[in-house]
């Protein structure tokens, strides 16, 4: 099991979408969190999936801003746990 932090740094909500699963394509992967994450909030995700996918709000700030595009981690005994900034 892989514990892997989200942290928003921004002073203001933004809406974050986090995936995992075996699938190399993001949009495969079963989803974990699809909600807002508050101003300087955290996620933490406790996973043994192989991918982890997360986007956020391209433009924090913007009422209406669309999801950016997909980053991705592999967890694995060396990288993890770690924090992701978004």
Known sequence: MYSITF??????SVQL???????????Q???TFN???????TYVLDTSENVVCWR??????TPGSPLGGWGTFAPDNIN????IQL
Do not use: I, K, M, Y
């Open 29 to 31: 992967n079963g989803t």
């Open 7 to 12: 942290l928003n740094p921004f002073n203001t």
């Open 56 to 61: 956020r709000t391209a433009n924090p700030g």
């Open 35 to 41: 909600s807002s994450l508050g101003a300087n909030g």
């Open 17 to 27: 979408e986090v995936h995992a699963g075996n699938q190399a394509n993001c949009d």
């Open 80 to 83: 993890t746990p770690t924090t």
